[in-house]
């Protein structure tokens, strides 16, 4: 089994470009049959970075959405002199929850509050 960190090197654009992965890809149907669309996201701006479209389509059609955030993104600017983890923590969240509201009004957000930059040691939490 592959394992994803964090800390690992990335897989470039073109590397995805040329294995041609991403033209294999079905076409994503998003209908207001879809009984409930989730959005599981790493840090706060990460649902609007990856799923912004997909937020906006579905609510659009009707069907129910809930975003969950593992982490606050506490740990986005270490060492800041101008916002502690736990100032940055409550604007994350506040950031998220307005931009959610544009895309997604009537959505469902959960915080779980796990540690930014330490997911890997709390992967139980996100089963």
């Known amino acids: ?8 090197a990335g897989t470039t654009e073109a590397a995805w470009r040329a294995g041609g992965f991403l033209d294999r890809l079905p076409p994503l149907v998003v209908s207001a049959a879809t009984p409930h669309l989730v959005v599981l996201a790493a ?3 990460d ?3 990856g799923a912004a ?3 906006v389509r579905s609510s659009r059609q009707g069907t129910p959405v809930t975003v969950v955030v593992a982490t606050d993104g506490e740990g986005s600017h270490p060492g800041s002199p101008t916002h502690s983890p736990a100032d940055l923590a409550a604007r994350r969240r506040l950031e998220l929850i307005e ?3 544009c895309m997604a009004p009537d959505a469902d957000v959960r915080f779980l509050g796990l540690p ?3 997911l890997r040691e709390h992967r139980a939490a996100l089963h």
């Open 43 to 45: 840090h706060p701006d």
């Open 116 to 118: 930014d930059g330490g």
């Open 47 to 49: 649902e609007a970075l």
């Open 53 to 55: 479209g997909l937020l």
């Open 99 to 101: 931009a959610v509201a």
């Open 1 to 8: 089994m592959v394992r994803f960190d964090h800390r690992d």
